[in-house]
């Protein structure tokens, strides 16, 4: 069963008849970004279902969910920690596609509002949502980007600094080509070169090329050889 029908599911049982039974679990599901928002924020919820106030919001989110819910309650969620769980991290685009290919998402879902619902249930995950740069994704930037990037919070430290050499090179090469770091990444070059490759073509600063083995690239807001010879 998907998440969002587990979670449905739940709510039709442990939730109380009454009038407004059917619009608490759309708010549940929605605030969950089992609807057409991905991260939706108290006030969005309040005004897209005329509940008056966020406030309000969070007790539905409360009385009607998190204050009796468990993880055992939901055990699809835990076979998404074990899924995603199974690398060190994720091209935002290759998980979703994962997710699509299993039985634990339907058509409609978040990436974000299941690390929510995870949080909510206080499982622990242990990824987070990059943007290109290596920010913590906000509201504000989640879909600035063709893709976003899950890391685990044990490789991010590791992922900055490689990704830090890779974006001082074209300083002193012009364009530089990612093969020039390899040696210093060593045994960990197959597993991060490709991750440090799409954190560059993603970034808005960017330009690339690929080619055969080799992947060039230079950053348009940074000084380089390149820049300062052909564009004083």
Not at 191 to 198: P, T
Request: glycine content about 4%; charged content about 30%; proline content about 3%.
């Amino acid at each position: 069963m998907s998440i969002e029908n587990e979670l449905i599911e739940f709510l039709e049982k442990r939730i109380k008849n009454s009038a407004d039974k059917s619009r608490n679990i759309e708010i549940i599901a929605y605030y969950y970004g089992f609807r057409d928002a991905a991260w939706p924020t108290l006030e969005e919820t309040a005004k897209r279902f005329g509940v008056g106030t966020r406030e309000r919001i969070r007790q539905i989110l409360n009385e009607k969910f998190r204050d009796f819910v468990s993880p055992n309650d939901l055990p699809s969620t835990k076979e998404f920690i074990e899924l995603i769980s199974g690398e060190r991290f994720w091209i935002a685009s290759d998980l979703e596609k994962k997710l699509s290919e299993s039985s634990l998402v339907s058509e409609n879902f978040s990436i974000k509002g299941i690390l929510n619902l995870i949080e909510d249930l206080s499982l622990e995950c242990g990824f987070e949502i990059y943007t290109p740069e290596l920010d913590k994704t906000s509201r504000n930037s989640l879909d600035l980007y063709e893709n976003n990037f899950l890391i685990h919070r044990t490789e991010i430290k590791e992922i900055k600094k490689k990704l830090k050499k890779a974006q001082n090179l074209p300083g002193r090469c012009g364009i530089a080509n990612l093969n020039y770091i390899k040696n210093e990444l060593s045994s960990y070059y197959e597993l991060i070169a490709e991750l440090i490759a799409e954190l560059i073509a993603n970034s808005h600063a960017s330009w690339v090329m690929k080619y055969s083995d080799n992947f060039w690239y230079i950053y348009e807001n940074r000084e380089n050889t390149i820049v300062k010879r052909y564009f004083p």
